[in-house]
């Protein structure tokens, strides 16, 4: 798990185990997770600190929107706004959770900027803003529950983009994508010849323009 700044508290260490991963060894880590190279797969970080992975994650999807869209703004928009869907991110302190959102959204604008040579306009930054808020949040990854007083299953929302700019919006309990068992969804036999299991969404939503993900917050 990641520092929320440069100097980790003993307190910190002792009570949550949190330190730096060094920037080589995530590159490195990355290298070795070929389908990272992909702009819509969607990448869960179960203690994220304040963002170090998740941040060079999204720096190298958006460096995949820049090469295919950077040419049409409508799309390199879309797809930026699809790349930030699709990364998650959990950790037990609220201020690293804040500082990693602090972080991916920075990194949307300065890849905007570098790219389109303009910020981010203001309804995109809004979208992005409500996506990382639904996306990183404060959590347990072990208990699959949200730290605080309800201590409720987390609930994460997959953002399916498909096609002229609309986005199918579905909730799962973490629980239930992580299960292997039937409980909790349908069977099915995959082409391996094994019984997996697809999980129920605990919500489903109207398909929605990618710039309207904020009606169903």
């Not at 869907?85 to 500082?99: E, K």
């Not at 604008?109 to 995109?124: G, M, T």
């Not at 969404?201 to 009606?215: E, G």
Request: glycine fraction near 6%; charged fraction near 25%.
């Amino acid at each position: 798990m990641n520092g929320v700044s440069g100097i980790v508290t003993r307190k910190r260490v002792v009570d949550h185990g949190e330190v730096f991963t060094d920037l080589r060894v995530i590159r490195a880590m990355m290298a070795n997770v070929t389908d990272i190279g992909h702009i819509e797969t969607r990448v869960l970080e179960p203690a994220c600190g304040n963002g170090n992975f998740l941040h060079e994650i999204l720096k190298e999807k958006l460096h995949l929107v820049a090469a295919q869209f950077k040419k049409n703004l409508y799309e390199y928009e879309q797809y930026l706004i699809a790349a930030v869907a699709s990364i998650y991110g959990i950790d037990l302190l609220q201020d690293n959770v804040i500082a990693c959102r602090i972080r991916l959204l920075a990194l949307c604008e300065e890849e905007h900027k570098l790219i389109i040579k303009k910020s981010i306009p203001v309804l995109h930054r809004s979208v992005i803003e409500h996506l990382l808020t639904k996306n990183i949040i404060r959590g347990d990854a072990l208990t699959m529950k949200y730290v605080g007083r309800s201590k409720k299953p987390i609930v994460f929302s997959e953002w399916t983009f498909v096609t002229g700019g609309k986005v199918k919006r579905r909730d799962y309990e973490l629980a239930n994508l992580m299960s292997q068992g039937g409980k909790d969804g349908s069977q099915h036999i995959s082409d391996t010849q094994e019984f997996q299991t697809i999980p129920l969404p605990v919500a489903t939503y109207p398909l929605r323009h990618f710039l309207d993900l904020i009606v169903d917050a």
